[in-house]
């Protein structure tokens, strides 16, 4: 049977930088909470979150300035000037680049977000509009931040039967236009950022030793009530009530330490089960690239597995958590600054909203 090996990678995060002090500006926080809790110093955020940020810094009336905000949006201007597919058309240029391709050399797009552009269709269709494509198929998932592994997955199923030769994963966020940067957001707000991540994913040559091995999913939605965000769905009815839902309702919900803990337990049991299937040691893995949600996440489970830190390498102090863009954001990073070999074997592991998690287990 063909094996897929992922060919090119590529990655965008916005220029504007949000800093811990910025966020500490806006509403009661600090530094030293945000570190010790996450170990994010900072994210970035499209132009429009960065401009809210700064104006609401220097509002005397916070909640006077939100309110306007919401009211008549940014300078009187309602809609962003860039969205989640300008971020997936940004990393999927890198990518195209390395690969030495162009848009029309794809057959087929997937691409994963929490936040779509538009309700529907799916920013898959609008980044599809941006590269000049226009029969390519393609998918939007929304699988959270777990979203790159399901994926990658599906991308290696369609180079597997043959159905397709040249697949553009892609996880691409716009996180900040959804979290309310306030003491009644602070929760979520100062945890959440933007960004993406784009893979070109082809057959493998028989002799050469990068390819796909196994990709290991799950889904619990009877945890759902501890990570969600309800009210745009077809839940919220009737549908004029959608343009009234107080800002209470509007923000999506998070129960902290029920997440930290299922994370935890989540991302071990996958990966001795990625490990199992494959007849491997976890001492045979070179580089394990967990998706960034927080550092004490990650050395929680390094801790308790026995994975040393060079082994498990993160980027979660420079951009916080980009959701499905976390993981090939990291693996993008990861390549460009050499650490990983080809060759080398790599476990790709995800954990989010749903819930849903999953692996992928590679060599480079
Ligand atoms: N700044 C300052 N204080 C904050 C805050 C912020 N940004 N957000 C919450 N707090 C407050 C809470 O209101 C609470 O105050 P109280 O004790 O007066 O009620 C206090 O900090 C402690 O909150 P708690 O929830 O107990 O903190 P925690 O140690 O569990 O850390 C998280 C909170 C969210 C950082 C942590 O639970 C976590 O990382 N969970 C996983 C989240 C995640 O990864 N989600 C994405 C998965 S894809």
């Known amino acids: 049977m063909r094996r897929a090996k992922i060919l090119a990678t590529g990655m965008y995060v916005p220029d504007d930088v949000v800093t811990n002090d910025l966020l500490a500006q806006v509403m009661d926080t600090s530094d030293e909470w945000i570190t010790q809790r996450s170990g994010i110093k900072e994210r970035r955020v499209i132009p429009d979150t960065y401009r809210m940020l700064t104006q609401l810094a220097a509002a005397p009336d916070k909640e006077a300035y939100l309110q306007t905000l919401y009211d008549t949006g940014i300078d009187g ?25 162009k848009p029309q050399d794809l057959d087929l797009i997937i691409q994963t977000s929490v936040m779509s552009d538009y309700v529907f269709p799916g920013s898959a269709c609008v980044l599809a509009d941006k590269l000049g494509l226009t029969s390519t198929p393609t998918f939007s ?11 990658l997955s599906m991308a290696d199923q369609y180079i597997k039967t043959g159905m397709y030769d040249t697949v553009l994963v892609l996880g691409a966020e716009v996180l900040s236009s959804l979290f309310e940067y306030s ?24 002799d050469e030793p990068s390819g796909l091995l ?4 799950h889904t619990d939605g009877t945890l759902l009530d501890k990570l969600y965000a309800d009210s745009f769905g077809s839940s919220t009815f009737p549908p004029a009530a959608k343009a009234r839902i107080d800002t209470d309702r509007a923000r999506p919900r998070m129960a902290g330490r029920a997440v ?16 199992e299937a494959n007849k491997m ?34 980027n979660i102090r420079k951009y916080g958590n980009t959701s499905a863009a976390s993981v090939p954001i990291l693996l993008h990073e990861t390549l460009q600054e050499g650490r990983i ?8 592991a995800a954990f989010g909203t749903g819930f849903n998690w999953g692996a992928s287990l590679l060599y480079w």
């Open 77 to 101: 201007r309602i809609g962003a000037q860039m969205s989640t597919a300008d971020l997936a058309f940004n990393a999927t240029q890198i990518a195209l680049r390395q690969a030495n391709m």
């Open 141 to 151: 998932l929304n699988q959270g931040c777990a979203g790159f592994v399901y994926a």
């Open 183 to 206: 003491d009644r957001g602070r929760d979520m707000s100062v945890l959440f950022a933007d960004g993406a991540g784009a893979a070109i994913v082809v057959p493998a040559e028989d």
């Open 214 to 217: 196994s990709h290991h999913l």
């Open 260 to 275: 930290f803990a299922q994370a935890v337990r989540r991302f071990r049991e996958v990966i001795r089960e990625c490990l």
């Open 281 to 314: 040691q976890l001492d045979e893995v070179d580089h394990f690239l967990f998706h960034q949600a927080n550092q004490r996440i990650i050395d929680a489970i390094a801790d308790s597995l026995g994975i040393p830190s060079e082994k498990a390498y993160t």
């Open 341 to 348: 070999q080809r060759g080398d074997l790599c476990l790709l």
